[in-house]
């Protein structure tokens, strides 16, 4: 080879290697600030105000986000459509309904008010998500960074989100379907920090005179050993089942047979229950935003599948839903 060509080799091999390395420290950095994030979202205090967009719906709410003495409280009030108000503490989960003169009283589930997806494992996100470190942008008057989380197949919607970099506060999130359209995004309009925020600021607002009080116990649910012969053959790729339970709920009058799958940032629900009568079980699929739900019947029981997720995602999981006992 004629020195002028292998010197042109050297200089590509070189110049390859200097671009790889830096598209592995952008994922590396994007990987950081996502772990940053979810700390930050959950331990911060903040209030401020945010716009929700979600299918046809759009939703502004005001949330006072803190902690005090160790425990963590938040306040989400609804600045428009139907009035309501959510406060929660580490244990318990209060929701207040003006409208019909309700509050209800239950235990803590989900982890923050912000509708946002958070990543659960960011260390094994990069097998079915590229991770990108995008320009800055300003949101809320705060300039943050754009991390993409990008999806390497089509069972799994993308999500853009930008990241205070030196708070580490997530600020804006969308959600991207395979056409880069977004199709739910969540974003402050205003947003502060303060080092204290007043235990009486995360009381409700909202007077309770006259409404009728609604209390969920924890042990209220009759859960019960999940049926073992329920299986999910086909799993997407990077989705493992995380949670099998069986209770009984208000809305059917058998118990209910609930999975959820993860892919440590997508979650999806499979609901398995027999029906009053064979006539009443459904076949089909609905989409509400980035909702999908697929509904089959299989083995005499209604299964069900919903999640943020691409619908032959949810339908893929429907039709590998088999039961192996005797009926």
Known sequence: MPVKDRMGVRILFVFLSLLLSQVAWAADDATRLLERMSHAVENLNYEGTFVYIHGRRTETM???????????????????????????DDQVLTCIYPGTRSVVVEPRRNRLGLPAVLPDRHASLSAHYELKLGEPRRV???????????PRDALRYGHRLCIDERSAMLLMSEMLDHEQRVIEQFMFTSIGFPSEIPRARFEPVTGGEGFTTYRVESGQTDTQQPDPAWHIQTLPAGFELTSNTRRSMASSQSPVQHMILTDGLASVSVFIARPESLDDMTHGSTRAGALHAYALPVADHQVTVVGEVPMQTVRMIGESVTYRGAR
Do not use: N
């Open 140 to 150: 809320a008057g705060i300039l943050c960074r754009i991390v993409d989380i990008v």
């Open 62 to 88: 005001q949330i006072i986000h803190g902690q005090d003495g160790g425990i963590k409280r938040e306040r989400l009030l609804s600045l428009t459509g139907e009035p309501r108000e959510i406060v929660k």
